[in-house]
């Protein structure tokens, strides 16, 4: 069974940093494509930032320059820091493993949430002005 198990998550002031993690667990394929998501109340599910096999990630232009995700294989756990954050940046993020094809097209396709195989359960960041 594969379990996905977000943590890092808090509350900040504008401009501070956090890291998430996600620890990952019965998902043993050499290829694979993983990511977060983030939603905020009342809107839509987006992409923030992905990572494959190969090491190439992928961001939405609106985290470009300020988080970067990656990954430490022999604690299968996925990163995502996140720095200069803003009150924008406020969501629940959650980690997620997709089909290599969203990895390919980009996380920031509007359509990216539905090669998503495996959900965690998310961690909220708040971020204040």
């Known amino acids: 069974q594969v379990q996905l198990a977000e943590s890092g998550g808090g509350s900040v002031q504008s401009g501070a940093s956090l890291r998430l993690s996600c620890v990952v667990s019965?998902?043993?394929?050499?290829?694979?494509?993983m990511g977060w998501f983030r939603q905020a109340p009342g809107k839509k599910r987006e992409g923030v930032a992905a990572?494959?096999?190969?090491?190439?990630?992928t961001y939405a232009d609106s985290v470009k320059g300020r988080f970067t995700v990656s990954r430490d294989n022999t604690k299968n756990t996925l990163y995502l820091q996140m720095s200069s954050l803003k009150p924008e940046d406020t969501a629940m993020y959650y980690c997620?493993?997709?089909?290599?094809?969203?990895?390919?097209?980009?996380?920031?396709?509007?359509?990216?949430?539905?090669?998503?195989?495996?959900w965690g359960q998310g961690t909220q960041v708040t971020v204040s002005s």
């Open positions: 997620a493993i997709a089909r290599l094809r969203m990895c390919a097209v980009g996380i920031e396709h509007e359509d990216s949430e539905y090669d998503v195989r495996y």
């Open positions: 019965g998902y043993n394929n050499s290829n694979y494509c």
């Open positions: 990572l494959n096999s190969d090491g190439r990630d």
